[in-house]
C-alpha cells in the first residue's frame, strides 16, 4: 500500500512571483524541436499502419486471392496487436524508460513492415499486421507522456498535439501513396519512418522525469539542460522536480490495482471516460467506413474522401496551435459539440432519404455532416485526451495508468469499427443520432469533470488533483 504525504509537505514552497522569475526554461530549443521530431515519427507509423489497408485492399486481394474473410482479418488484427501493446506499454516504458522503448516498439514495427512485404500467403500478412499493431499500441502510450515529460509547461499542450498531427499525415499520405503504388512498395515505405525514429533515438536525451524516477539525477540534470539550452537556468523546474520525486520514493511503485484507490478515482474517470466518449462518440465507423457512408448517402466516395483529408489536416494544425493558447477545456467543449452537430446532419441526411425528403440535396447534407464532424474531432477530440492522459496521472503510476487507458481506446476501436456496419444496417440515421448522444455527453463531461491543466507543471497538476490521501 502507498503511504500518506501531508498536503504541507507537497504545496510548492516558492511563491508564484518567484517561480516566474526562475522559470526562465520555458523555451523552445533546437534540441526540443529535435526531439519531439524524432518522438513524433513513431506518431507517423501510427498514421500509416491505420491507412494502409484502406487504399491497397483491391490490389492485395487480388495479388494474393484472399477472400473477404481472409481481408476482414488481416485489417482488424492490427488493432488486436495494438490492445497488447498497449496493455504491455506503461510496465515497459517505467522498466526500460521512454526512448528505449520507442526503440523497442519500432523493432517489432520494422519486422511487422517487413514481413508484409515478402508474403505470399494470407498467414504472414496476418502475422506482419499483427507485429505492426504491437509497436503501434506501445508508440500510442509511449510518444506522448515521453512529448509531455520533456516540454516545458507553457508549450507541453501545443507540443503533445503534434503526435495527432502526425497520425493524421500518415494517414493521409498512405492514403495519397496507395492510390498510385502496390502494396508491396508501400509496405516498404512504411519502414522508413520507423528507420528515422531509430537513428535519431540515438542523439535526443531520455526523458528528465523518468530519470529522476529511477535515481539517476546527474543524467537528469544534463538531460533537463540540453532540453532546454546551454545558457537557461533550469534551477526552479529542476528542484521542483527533485522534491515531488523525493516526497514519492517512501511510495511503493503502482501496480494496475493501485488505480482503483480512492485517491486517483477523479484521474482515473476523467482519463478512462474521455477515451471512452471519444472512441463510442463514432470516429472510427467515420474513418473506417466513410466511403460506404457517402456511398449509402448517394455522394461520391472519392469527392468526400479528398475533402475529408482537406479538412482533417488544418484542424488539427489548427488545434496545436491553440493548445497552449486557448486552452483544453474549451477545446474539447468546441470540438465536441462541432461532432454533435455533424452527426445529427449526417443523420439527418438519413432521415429525409428515408422520408423521401430533399432526397437529392440530402448527399450535400451528409457530406457537410461528415465534414463538420471531422473538422471538429481534429480540432480536440482527437488530440487531447492524450494530452490530458499524458498530464493528470503522478509518475509512480502513470505507466499502469496510461497502459488501462490506451487499452480503453483500442478496445473502443475495436468495437466502433466491428459492430459500425450492423449498426448501419439496423438503422443509418439512428446510429448517428446514437452517435449525436454520446457527443452530447461529451459536452457534458468535458464541463463538469475535466480539469483545465494549461500554464502548469505536471506536478502542480498532480498537486492540484490531490492524489494523496490527506
Same mark, same amino acid.
Request: net charge negative; proline share 3%.
Given at each position: 500500500?502507498?503511504?500518506?504525504i501531508?498536503?504541507?509537505?507537497?504545496?510548492?514552497?516558492?511563491?508564484?512571483?518567484e517561480?516566474?522569475?526562475?522559470?526562465?526554461?520555458a523555451?523552445? @530549443? !533546437?534540441?526540443?524541436? $529535435?526531439?519531439?521530431?524524432?518522438? /513524433?515519427s513513431?506518431?507517423?507509423?501510427? *498514421? %500509416?499502419a &491505420? =491507412?494502409?489497408?484502406?487504399?491497397?485492399?483491391?490490389?492485395?486481394?487480388?495479388?494474393?486471392?484472399?477472400?473477404?474473410?481472409?481481408?476482414?482479418?488481416?485489417?482488424?488484427?492490427?488493432?488486436i496487436?495494438?490492445?497488447?501493446g498497449?496493455a504491455?506499454?506503461?510496465?515497459?516504458?517505467d522498466?526500460?524508460?521512454r526512448?528505449?522503448?520507442?526503440g523497442?516498439?519500432?523493432?517489432?514495427?520494422?519486422?511487422?513492415?517487413?514481413?508484409?512485404?515478402?508474403?505470399?500467403?494470407?498467414?504472414?500478412?496476418?502475422?506482419?499486421?499483427?507485429?505492426?499493431?504491437?509497436?503501434m499500441?506501445?508508440?500510442?502510450?509511449?510518444?506522448?507522456?515521453?512529448?509531455a515529460?520533456?516540454t516545458?509547461?507553457d508549450?507541453?499542450?501545443?507540443? @503533445? !498535439?503534434v503526435h495527432? $498531427?502526425?497520425?493524421?499525415l500518415? /494517414?493521409?499520405?498512405?492514403?495519397?501513396? *496507395? %492510390?498510385? &503504388? =502496390?502494396?508491396?512498395?508501400?509496405?516498404?515505405i512504411?519502414?522508413?519512418?520507423?528507420?528515422?525514429?531509430?537513428?535519431?533515438?540515438?542523439?535526443?536525451?531520455?526523458?528528465?522525469?523518468?530519470?529522476a524516477?529511477?535515481?539517476?539525477?546527474?543524467?537528469?540534470e544534463?538531460?533537463l539542460?540540453?532540453?532546454?539550452?546551454?545558457?537557461?537556468?533550469?534551477?526552479?523546474?529542476?528542484?521542483?522536480?527533485?522534491?515531488?520525486?523525493?516526497?514519492?520514493t517512501?511510495?511503493s511503485?503502482?501496480?494496475?490495482l493501485?488505480?482503483?484507490q480512492?485517491?486517483?478515482?477523479?484521474?482515473?474517470?476523467?482519463?478512462?471516460?474521455?477515451?471512452?466518449?471519444?472512441?463510442f462518440?463514432?470516429?472510427?465507423?467515420?474513418?473506417?467506413?466513410?466511403?460506404?457512408?457517402?456511398?449509402?448517402?448517394?455522394?461520391?466516395?472519392?469527392?468526400?474522401?479528398?475533402a475529408?483529408?482537406?479538412?482533417?489536416?488544418p484542424?488539427t494544425?489548427?488545434?496545436v496551435?491553440l493548445?497552449?493558447k486557448?486552452?483544453?477545456?474549451p477545446?474539447?467543449?468546441?470540438?465536441?459539440t462541432?461532432?454533435?452537430?455533424?452527426?445529427?446532419l449526417?443523420?439527418?441526411s438519413?432521415?429525409?432519404?428515408?422520408?423521401k425528403?430533399?432526397?437529392?440535396?440530402?448527399?450535400?447534407?451528409?457530406?457537410?455532416?461528415v465534414?463538420?464532424?471531422?473538422?471538429?474531432?481534429?480540432?480536440?477530440?482527437?488530440?487531447?485526451?492524450?494530452?490530458?492522459?499524458?498530464e493528470?496521472?503522478?509518475?509512480?503510476?502513470?505507466?499502469?495508468?496510461?497502459?488501462?487507458v490506451?487499452?480503453?481506446?483500442?478496445v473502443g476501436?475495436?468495437?466502433i469499427?466491428?459492430t459500425?456496419?450492423?449498426?448501419?444496417?439496423?438503422?443509418?440515421?439512428?446510429?448517428?443520432?446514437?452517435?449525436a448522444?454520446?457527443?452530447?455527453?461529451?459536452v457534458i463531461f468535458?464541463?463538469?469533470?475535466v480539469?483545465?491543466?494549461?500554464?502548469?507543471?505536471?506536478e502542480?497538476?498532480?498537486?492540484?488533483i490531490?492524489?494523496?490521501?490527506?
Amino acid at each position: 500500500m502507498k503511504g500518506e504525504i501531508d498536503e504541507a509537505n507537497l504545496a510548492p514552497e516558492t511563491s508564484l512571483i518567484e517561480k516566474e522569475n526562475q522559470d526562465s526554461s520555458a523555451t523552445t @530549443t !533546437t534540441t526540443l524541436l $529535435l526531439t519531439t521530431f524524432v518522438a /513524433v515519427s513513431g506518431s507517423f507509423v501510427f *498514421g %500509416s499502419a &491505420i =491507412g494502409y489497408s484502406s487504399p491497397v485492399q483491391s490490389d492485395l486481394t487480388k495479388d494474393l486471392n484472399l477472400s473477404v474473410a481472409e481481408y476482414s482479418l488481416f485489417g482488424s488484427i492490427l488493432t488486436i496487436g495494438a490492445m497488447i501493446g498497449a496493455a504491455m506499454s506503461g510496465r515497459i516504458a517505467d522498466l526500460i524508460g521512454r526512448r528505449a522503448t520507442m526503440g523497442f516498439s519500432e523493432m517489432f514495427c520494422i519486422l511487422g513492415w517487413l514481413t508484409i512485404y515478402l508474403s505470399k500467403v494470407a498467414v504472414w500478412l496476418d502475422v506482419g499486421r499483427f507485429l505492426v499493431g504491437y509497436g503501434m499500441g506501445v508508440l500510442s502510450f509511449v510518444v506522448p507522456v515521453y512529448i509531455a515529460e520533456i516540454t516545458p509547461k507553457d508549450l507541453r499542450g501545443g507540443f @503533445t !498535439t503534434v503526435h495527432q $498531427l502526425m497520425i493524421c499525415l500518415g /494517414v493521409s499520405v498512405a492514403y495519397l501513396l *496507395g %492510390s498510385f &503504388i =502496390g502494396w508491396r512498395i508501400l509496405a516498404l515505405i512504411g519502414l522508413v519512418p520507423c528507420v528515422i525514429q531509430m537513428m535519431g533515438l540515438f542523439i535526443i536525451p531520455e526523458s528528465p522525469r523518468w530519470l529522476a524516477k529511477v535515481g539517476r539525477w546527474e543524467e537528469f540534470e544534463i538531460a533537463l539542460q540540453r532540453l532546454r539550452g546551454e545558457s537557461a537556468d533550469i534551477s526552479y523546474e529542476s528542484n521542483e522536480i527533485k522534491d515531488y520525486t523525493q516526497r514519492l520514493t517512501n511510495l511503493s511503485e503502482g501496480s494496475i490495482l493501485d488505480l482503483f484507490q480512492p485517491k486517483y478515482a477523479k484521474s482515473l474517470f476523467v482519463g478512462v471516460g474521455l477515451m471512452v466518449l471519444q472512441q463510442f462518440g463514432g470516429v472510427n465507423g467515420i474513418a473506417f467506413y466513410s466511403s460506404s457512408i457517402f456511398e449509402s448517402a448517394g455522394f461520391s466516395s472519392k469527392i468526400g474522401m479528398i475533402a475529408m483529408v482537406v479538412v482533417q489536416i488544418p484542424m488539427t494544425t489548427l488545434g496545436v496551435v491553440l493548445m497552449d493558447k486557448s486552452g483544453r477545456r474549451p477545446l474539447l467543449l468546441i470540438s465536441a459539440t462541432g461532432t454533435c452537430i455533424g452527426c445529427f446532419l449526417v443523420g439527418l441526411s438519413f432521415s429525409l432519404q428515408f422520408v423521401k425528403l430533399l432526397s437529392g440535396d440530402a448527399s450535400y447534407l451528409a457530406l457537410a455532416g461528415v465534414l463538420v464532424y471531422t473538422g471538429s474531432f481534429s480540432l480536440g477530440m482527437g488530440g487531447i485526451p492524450w494530452v490530458i492522459m499524458s498530464e493528470i496521472f503522478p509518475i509512480d503510476i502513470k505507466g499502469p495508468a496510461g497502459s488501462l487507458v490506451t487499452v480503453v481506446s483500442w478496445v473502443g476501436s475495436w468495437i466502433i469499427s466491428f459492430t459500425f456496419n450492423f449498426l448501419m444496417n439496423w438503422n443509418p440515421a439512428g446510429t448517428f443520432y446514437v452517435f449525436a448522444s454520446v457527443c452530447g455527453a461529451t459536452v457534458i463531461f468535458v464541463a463538469k469533470l475535466v480539469p483545465e491543466t494549461i500554464g502548469r507543471t505536471l506536478e502542480e497538476i498532480q498537486y492540484s488533483i490531490g492524489y494523496v490521501e490527506l
